[in-house]
C-alpha cells in the first residue's frame, strides 16, 4: 500500500519559514520525482515545485527565491523549506509522486497570518 504523508503544517507569521516533510512508502523511493503542490478553496491545484530523481528541482515563479526542495532518499522522504512566508501562501500543500503510477498525500494545512 502506497503512502504519502506530509507533516509539518501550521500556522506562521509573515516573514516567517515552516518546512514540511512528505514521508514515503510503499513505492521505491528513489525512482520517483517528487512534487510539491498547493490549493485554496475553490482554486485549482498548482504546482509548487518538483524535485526529479537526479535531485534537479524547478519551481513556480511566486516561491522561487523563497521555497527549496530536497530529498533524502535514505530516508524516503521529500521537505519543503519555506522561507519570507506570504498571506498568500496560505493553502493546503500536498506531496506528490510520479513514476509512471502517481500518488498524492492527503494534504497539510499552511496558514501565514499575523
Known amino acids: 500500500q502506497v503512502q504519502l504523508v506530509e507533516s509539518g503544517g501550521g500556522l506562521v507569521q509573515p516573514g516567517g519559514s515552516l518546512r514540511l516533510s512528505c514521508a514515503a512508502s510503499g513505492i521505491t523511493f528513489r525512482l520517483y520525482a517528487m512534487g510539491w503542490y498547493r490549493q485554496a478553496p475553490g482554486k485549482q491545484r498548482e504546482l509548487v515545485g518538483v524535485i526529479t530523481r537526479g535531485g534537479s528541482t524547478n519551481y513556480a515563479d511566486s516561491v522561487k527565491g523563497r521555497f527549496t526542495i530536497s530529498r533524502d532518499n535514505a530516508k524516503n522522504t521529500v521537505y519543503l523549506q519555506m522561507n519570507s512566508l506570504k498571506p498568500e501562501d496560505t493553502n493546503v500543500y500536498y506531496c506528490?509522486?510520479?513514476?509512471?503510477?502517481?500518488?498524492w498525500g492527503q494534504g497539510t494545512q499552511v496558514t501565514v497570518s499575523s
Open positions: 506528490n509522486a510520479v513514476f509512471g503510477s502517481e500518488y
